[in-house]
């Protein structure tokens, strides 16, 4: 049995940053000076005025404001050190690094305020409420400015479908045929912008187009074929159903009785936790539970003022623990499960395997990890009985636009 080996050239860059990093950068900065002048006004003012709720809200922003000086360190020293050579793997892991250890230090705060605000229940303390009150409405607002200075970026719980489709008439992507039929030009579109994805035929010349002489057959890899109908739009036709997941298959276009086959392929990106910044996404998740925190303040501050409830202020701190606990929990199970290398997306890895193996080959062994947000390394072992060779295997994965860093190993079958 022969072995082929392969590794990418030495000198290819190693630079693994998000998108948008020195602009999230800025971002962080920005929030830091916000929160650090609040984090102050209302720990001194919950001492000042009796409030542990008031307490907890302003220590909440003081993990939150060391939370955010962690990304922005990291964002800064990976930034700055992205091209050192030290770096085996580049420094996109740097976020994840600062937000892990964000994370723990919020757990530890988490029981802290949570072991206060249980005391304060058993020995209530006298509240100003006429000083505490407009203390924690201006904390609102200061959460409400620091999710507004945070928006811009890509918070990866997201709110995308991971690749963006939608193309129009007049774009030509891989998603937008154009068939030259005897009448003219005909163009098939692949349209989601907004809404499920579905077939567009329109015509660009020649007689319009019907419901009665216009049809599409997909054919996928597997064998699978599906027929679509259309419905009249007007300027376009539009197929009745949604087309499935993913958009890579043969199509046959039926016009006028000409049959013309197309083929879609679909580029792959890195999906869910594999193309998250969990910087920025610690940050935001952050400012948004504080803002909740902030919101449980001022009800319990109220409703203890109006009802005497004096119970109610504590519970409003404890509540509070509990939304930072479970922040730092789920942010802890995501940023470990990258320090670790655990394979950060499943259906990267079929598809990969799919891409290899449709053609008779055979995966001996596979390696996927993250590198930093949405760039992804894989190690691949190829058993073949033909004569390819590792760049016929890199040419078929090409489409893959995540997998930055590739190695890939070609045994030769007995």
Excluded at 10 to 33: D, Q, Y
Excluded at 107 to 113: C, D, E, F, K, R
Excluded at 234 to 261: K, R
Excluded at 298 to 316: E, Q, S
């Amino acid at each position: 049995m022969r072995q082929e080996g392969y590794a990418a050239s030495a000198f290819h860059s190693h630079v693994f940053l998000g998108e948008g990093h020195e602009a999230n950068e800025h971002r962080t900065w920005a929030v830091i000076a916000l929160c650090s002048v609040m984090m102050l006004a209302e720990i001194i003012g919950g001492w000042l005025f009796g409030s542990i709720a008031l307490i907890a809200d302003g220590l909440h922003m003081s993990t939150h404001a060391g939370a955010l000086l962690l990304a922005a360190v990291a964002y800064t020293f990976a930034r700055h050190y992205a091209d050192d050579p030290r770096f085996t793997f580049g420094t996109g892991k740097f976020g994840d690094l600062a937000g892990f250890s964000s994370a723990l230090i919020l757990a530890m705060i988490a029981l802290l305020i949570g072991y206060e605000a249980v005391t304060r229940l058993f020995a209530p303390v006298t509240i100003h409420f006429a000083e505490a009150i407009p203390i924690a409405a201006l904390g609102l607002l200061v959460n409400i400015a620091s999710v507004w200075l945070l928006s811009g970026g890509d918070h990866g719980h997201a709110h995308r479908h991971g690749h963006g489709h939608g193309h129009g008439h007049e774009n030509d992507h891989d998603e937008s045929k154009r068939i030259a039929t005897r009448n003219g030009d005909v163009v098939l579109d692949v349209f989601e912008d907004g809404v499920p994805p579905r077939f567009r035929l329109h015509a660009n010349a020649g007689p319009p187009l019907t419901t009665q002489n216009a049809s599409v057959e997909t054919v996928r890899p597997d064998g699978a074929r599906q027929l679509f109908a259309f419905a009249d739009r007007g300027d376009f036709l539009e197929s009745v159903d949604e087309i499935p997941e993913p958009h890579a298959f043969a199509a046959n276009v039926t016009i006028n009785g000409e049959t013309h086959a197309v083929a879609f392929e679909e580029p792959e990106h890195a999906q869910g936790a594999a193309s998250r910044d969990n910087n920025l996404r610690a940050a935001f998740l952050h400012v948004i539970g504080d803002a909740a925190v902030s919101v449980m303040v001022i009800v319990g501050l109220v409703l203890a003022r109006a009802f005497g409830w004096m119970w109610i202020d504590p519970v409003a701190g404890l509540v509070g623990a509990l939304v930072i606990a479970n922040w730092s929990l789920s942010l802890i199970r995501d940023t470990s499960a990258i320090l670790l290398d655990m394979n950060p997306d499943r259906r990267m890895a079929d598809h990969l395997r799919q891409a290899i193996e449709s053609e008779g080959d055979r995966i001996a062994d596979l390696h996927l990890w993250r590198l930093g947000p949405g760039h992804l390394g894989a190690i691949v072992s190829v058993v073949t009985p033909s004569a390819r060779s590792e760049a016929d295997y890199r040419a078929r994965l090409a489409r893959f636009h995540s997998l930055s860093h590739l190695t890939i190993e070609v045994k030769r079958a007995a």
